[in-house]
């Protein structure tokens, strides 16, 4: 029943923040209601650790006659997206009131829609609901992005929503044909899409559906034209949104759906298809490394850092895909936490050029500490979250492919260098025209940052309780590959 | 069968109303006609007559589609008085040719027997060339009415002979007859007669219906007859097409396969890609809008190829989401055309600030005909492609898939002026009713995505 109430409120009150007409008032109903959803999903949590991990399902039967039912649950790697989830957006919310926000209360209430869309996707256990509800996510990130977005944002969006919604058409066709290779009567039941019985040709046509849709949403190299682009022109919310929580549908669909339904297709591909993500890690690393941009940074190094995920999603052995659940969790925080802090520096200077900074530590001390914390986490040290789930997804790969691993584990020595001497032009050095008059972060500024630190040490130090989950997780994926 | 006696009754009465210039009374008269036959036609469910020896078959496909006709058409009336308000004459032959062609729609949906298909096509175009005109100032919509004169007239006879040749070699115009003859004949092959005839029964419905490569009438006409309209022509008149040509597959051929489902996934492909890919050059929301007519009589044609599947339900559900959406669309071209002149792309931009109700309405009803969840074009989408998939036509449903892909480029046009484009004061000058009748259009479109089972489970 939470499950359900995880999505229905936020769909009620996104409709209800349509018809709030006070600006004030919509953003603080939806801060309110985000909390509240955060709160629920604590609850959630609290239930499924005393009932012994319950699924805390939910089953209606929609449409009977077509196998279709709403069918909700939780197993280890919905709770931790839903948390993740619940946890991202009010601070999405907050981090928003710095900056002044046109029609504000349908901001918010695509926000808000947003949630509702996320939450399903991660709890639907119905191939269809989760289809319906991956689409519905995408409306409102469009409309997030092309209304409140930057430059050439038309352009821009149309073609990022054109190659999404191309994925999720071929991945709608997968899904209808899986469905007619259940047994009679037909259904979109996760369990009977698991025990398909395709033969290899018919697999390697669905697992290529799943994996141009997916690969588009992460987005892996070579589908990820459209994303930074999106997430330069995209308002800081909506880039958020993106980076934080919508990237991480593409790689859950990997793991909940794509790989448990044609994992003999990469197996008898022999990590062709990890060739991709790996390329993907290098490739994106080295233009990292040459931005200016700051936005266009992060969406670079998120390309990178999410290709070592995928690479570790399909390496299909749990260590790897352990690995892979922590590190989507880590990088949702990490990169919301970037994004808030280049957000309150272009507020402060006006610019996002990386060559037009410098010296910021020196004015303010408070972000420079914060700043260091969250990109040690994406840099993976120890005792961050970014270490916990790197060194498995490496400790997977190395047992799937030695190579593999070194390739991946490239990342590692691009991101320090890539993140650090970011850090080092932006915040080191002397103070500049731009920087001179640079203020350090209020005390209201710092809480949804300090929420972020708290998670990013949490995972890092003691990840016991991600680790029980995303093992949950990824145990009944596994218990289905063999 | 009451149905019709009472559409045609009402026609009459309209009639009258007009000679005793009662202008007030036309239209809550037409509507509260409507109601009536509607309520006639839905207590013809679950009867299953037949009536003068097969020329009618009452049965509950013919219900329901009829139903969902007459339906439309209530919808279409609710805006005919803010649409012809500063119209000062009665305007009661307009209405009445309307319900008359309402009656040919309704009889399209009961036949028996293909005289009576003949019969009902007739009196649907007859209606049709007349309406196409009724804008007897504007020289677009005497060209609209030239063109499509001339062209269906022409198609009429393709689809007479196409007939008499089926007549010919089968002995019959019963549909029953046909599909006995179709049967015992099927093994050692259809003589050369029988398949020249159903090939020329399919140019000529495929006429009617719109689809590719006979399809060039239809933006034409489309753009230069009046709005509301085209408005009928491409929710009513598409519906009762391509249930009549679903009507004479699914019983001529019932339980057969043959040659001729090729040719209409071909022609189905076909329909799809031209009208998608053309939809995306055109200049206006209403050649846009004819274009969108085009590509989604292509999806129709998914239910007919896959008829052995029992598609009936899901191409009920398809024309009540299409009718829906394609009506609210129309509606805000109605009022945007009456603001600004024209329907250019550009006439749309900023809309969203002085007219909430209006740009959200247009962006639900573009959303759901690009088929996005949860609305109801995504749901008959769902139900026909996976009606299709099922019977083995997948490379056609990938077709499909990627024409719904490429209308994102045209459906988001509207949407991109009206939401992201500055703005430019435009103020439309809709009633409050007006106001009300478009929100319940958008109610019913997310009401029917959010619970389908309305609909969907009904034949």
New interface residues.
């Given amino acids: 029943m939470l499950t359900l109430i995880l999505i229905v409120l936020p769909l009620l009150v996104s409709i209800s923040l349509f018809f709030v007409r006070n600006e004030r008032w919509a953003r603080n109903l939806a801060l309110a209601a985000a909390l509240v959803e955060f709160g629920i999903s604590i609850a959630a949590l609290v239930q499924y650790f005393l009932y012994c991990h319950c699924q805390l399902l939910f089953r209606f039967e929609?449409?009977s006659?077509?196998g279709i039912s709403l069918k909700f649950g939780m197993d280890g790697l919905s709770m931790l997206m839903t948390l993740l989830t619940t946890f991202l957006i009010p601070i999405i919310i907050y981090s928003s009131f710095t900056q002044k926000v046109a029609r504000s209360s349908t901001f918010y209430s695509l926000i808000i829609l947003m949630q509702a869309g996320l939450v399903g996707v991660f709890t639907a256990f119905d191939g269809?609901v989760f289809?319906?509800f991956w689409?519905?996510t995408?409306?409102p990130a469009y409309?997030i992005a092309?209304?409140w977005g930057g430059e050439n944002?038309?352009r821009i969006t149309?073609k990022f929503?054109?190659y999404t919604?191309?994925g999720s058409?071929?991945m709608?066709?997968a899904i209808?044909?899986l469905?007619?290779r259940t047994p009679l009567p037909h259904s979109f039941d996760h369990i009977w899409l698991y025990a398909n019985n395709l033969n290899p040709a018919e697999q390697v046509w669905v697992f290529l559906a799943f994996f141009i849709a997916f690969a588009i949403k992460v987005p892996v190299f070579p589908f990820h034209t459209w994303q930074p682009d999106t997430y330069v022109t995209a308002p800081y919310s909506g880039s958020m949104l993106l980076g934080g929580l919508m990237s991480k549908m593409g790689l859950f669909g990997m793991i909940r759906w794509m790989i448990p339904i044609t994992y003999s297709v990469l197996n008898r591909t022999d990590g062709l298809f990890i060739i991709f993500p790996l390329v993907g890690i290098v490739y994106a690393s080295l233009i990292a490394i040459r931005q200016d941009d700051l936005k266009r940074f992060v969406a670079y190094t998120s390309i990178a850092h999410l290709g070592l995920v995928a690479a570790g999603a399909m390496a299909l052995n749990s260590q790897a895909m352990q690995g892979a659940i922590i590190q989507m969790v880590s990088h949702g925080i990490n990169i919301v936490g970037l994004f808030i802090i280049i957000q309150y520096i272009e507020v402060r200077t006006k610019t996002t050029s990386i060559g037009e900074l410098g010296g910021i530590a020196l004015k303010a001390p408070r972000l420079a500490v914060i700043f260091m914390i969250i990109l040690l986490g994406s840099v993976a040290l120890p005792l961050t979250n970014g270490f916990v789930g790197e060194f498995l997804i490496l400790l997977g790969l190395f047992k799937y492919y030695w190579l593999y691993a070194a390739v991946a584990g490239l990342t590692i020595i691009f991101s320090a260098v890539y993140m650090l001497w970011m850090y080092q032009r932006v915040m080191l050095g002397n103070t500049n025209a731009v920087t001179e008059n640079f203020t350090d972060l209020s005390w209201k500024e710092m809480i949804p940052l300090i929420g972020i630190v708290i998670m990013v040490l949490w995972i890092g130090v003691a990840p016991g309780m991600f680790m029980k989950l995303a093992e949950n997780g990824v145990g009944q994926i596994i218990g289905v590959i063999r | 069968m009451n149905s019709i006696i009472s559409l045609s009754v009402l026609g009459v009465l309209v009639l009258f109303l007009g000679i005793l210039k009662k202008k007030t009374w036309l239209l809550p008269l037409i509507l509260l006609g409507l109601v009536v036959s509607l309520v006639m036609t839905i207590l013809h469910w679950n009867m299953n007559r037949s009536l003068f020896h097969n020329m009618l078959i009452i049965d509950n496909p013919g219900v329901a589609f009829s139903a969902v006709m007459i339906f439309s058409t209530f919808l279409i009336f609710m805006f005919a008085a803010q649409y012809y308000r500063k119209v000062t004459r009665p305007l009661d032959d307009i209405y009445a040719v309307m319900i008359f062609a309402l009656v040919g729609a309704v009889l399209m949906s009961y036949f028996g027997n293909l005289i009576m298909l003949f019969i009902g096509i007739e009196t649907l175009s007859i209606a049709l060339y007349v309406l196409a005109g009724s804008h007897k100032e504007a020289i677009t919509s005497n060209e609209a009415t030239l063109k499509y004169f001339l062209l269906g007239s022409f198609l009429s006879g393709f689809l007479l002979f196409g007939i008499a040749l089926l007549y010919g070699s089968s002995g019959s115009f019963d549909l029953y007859t046909i599909h006995a003859y179709v049967a015992q004949h099927m093994h050692e092959g259809l003589p050369p007669m029988f398949k020249a005839g159903l090939f020329l029964l399919i140019i000529g419905l495929s006429f009617k219906i719109a689809i590719a490569p006979f399809h060039f009438w239809a933006p034409d006409v489309y753009e230069g007859t009046p709005t509301l309209l085209t408005a009928f022509m491409a929710t009513v008149v598409k519906t009762a097409s391509v249930f009549a040509m679903y009507r004479f597959f699914s019983i001529t051929f019932f339980g057969i396969h043959g040659v001729w489902e090729m040719t209409i996934a071909i022609l189905a492909g076909i329909t799809i890609v031209i009208g998608n890919v053309t939809g995306l050059y055109q200049p206006n929301l209403k050649r846009m809008l004819a274009y969108s007519s085009i590509s989604h009589s292509g999806y129709m044609m998914l239910a007919m190829v896959a008829f052995s599947g029992g598609t009936a339900n899901a191409l009920l559900f398809y024309s009540v989401s299409y009718s829906i959406a394609t009506i609210a669309a129309f509606a805000i071209l109605i009022l945007v055309r009456e603001a600004r002149g024209n329907d250019y792309f550009g006439s749309f931009n900023g809309l969203s600030r002085n007219n909430r109700i209006e740009a959200f309405t247009l962006a639900v009803a573009m959303?759901s005909l690009t088929g996005?969840?949860?609305l109801a074009g995504?749901i008959g989408k769902?139900?026909l492609?996976?009606a299709a998939?099922?019977q083995g036509w997948?490379w056609l449903?990938?077709i499909a898939?990627?024409g719904?892909?490429i209308s994102?480029?045209y459906y988001?046009k509207p949407i991109?002026a009206m939401?992201?484009?500055e703005d430019q004061g435009t103020i439309l000058r809709s009633s409050r009713t007006y106001k009300v009748h478009i929100m319940v259009l958008t109610i019913l479109i997310l009401l029917l995505g959010v619970l389908?089972?309305l609909v969907?489970?009904l034949i």
């Fill in positions: 929609w449409l006659g077509y269809m289809y319906i689409e519905l995408l409306i409309f092309a209304y944002r038309i149309l929503f054109a919604f191309t058409l071929l709608l066709v209808i044909f469905y007619f | 959303l996005i969840p949860p995504f769902y139900f492609f996976a998939i099922e997948l449903v990938i898939i990627a719904s892909a994102v480029g988001f991109i939401y992201f484009r389908p089972f969907s489970g």
